[in-house]
């Protein structure tokens, strides 16, 4: 009871954020909900310190409630579904993954961006942007103003892909399931590629892009748990070399939402097997995105814009770059695969 008085204010408080960002997410899908709570939150962290009987609850919320809304998540993605869609778009999947992720490594060494926001954006950019690095940021120990650098980056090409990537899919002649290929697997954001799907679809009436586009993006989503298992082990190897056995502790470090996240993915397709409408998960995946507001709306509270600006360029420069290099290896292996 007494941590519920402690941590309510500042939980409170997020929750208050969250309402218009949810509603102007609602009617501005291509920037979200998550980016509006990031924006507000750091321009009252300018104006307002939060007060310490308020930050504990902010804290909170940018931290646990953040893996609850990666949990919930997981009522979105039907695995059956997944698998079917997975045998054509998993070699593109794993292939612009890979890009991205190594990228990010040697642009991390050659340009000395902190480790964190390099593999928050390597990440956010190759699996499936804010979600991403949602599940990622905990298993890191990310810093809030590292989580709001690397949404804002992701942000900005997530903007830029939803308004070029159907002009140019038209450009270069891809069919209806290559550009849906090409935009969920090209396209950071799950917000950005059903934007990017709903233009193609109304430049080329009957095309029905959208479906595909978005079970080629919940597949992409599921490198998540491989992803974030891997960081927690490389983790748990870096602390058991900085600490004796007696002080190490695999539980610290090992991120055990993410076992959630997966149980509810099974829930989700075993209901949908039984022939459960799995529209019953909806006001669950709701919530998780509201969740996700909150939690941004956290992390907005906790950064200084200004030194996130002085610090912006090189975070940038990297996610242009993984952008345009998943952009290319998503046309490239659907050419060699006969796709295109």
Known sequence: MEKIKTLSPGIAVCFIISIPCWLLGKQFPIIGGSVFAIIIGMIIAQI???KPIVQKGITYTSKKILQLAVILLGFGLNLMEIAHVGAISLPVIISTISTSLIVAFVFHKIAKIPTNISTLVGVGSSICGGSAIAATAPVIEAKDEEVAQSISVIFLFNIIAA??????????GLSNDGFGLFAGTAVNDTSSVTAAAAAWDGMHPGANTLDYATIVKLTRTLAIIPITLVLALYRTRKAKQGNSANTFSLKKVFPFFILFFVLASIITTIAASAGIDTAIFAPLK??????????????????????????????????FICWVMIAFVSLMMQHVLGIW
């Open 48 to 50: 307002y310190s939060p």
């Open 163 to 172: 308004l070029i990537f159907p002009t140019l899919g038209s450009l270069l």
């Open 286 to 319: 709701e919530l998780s995105k509201f969740f996700i507001i909150m939690a941004m709306a956290a992390i907005g509270l906790n950064t200084d814009v200004v030194r996130l600006v002085k610090t912006g360029g090189k975070p940038i420069l990297l996610g």
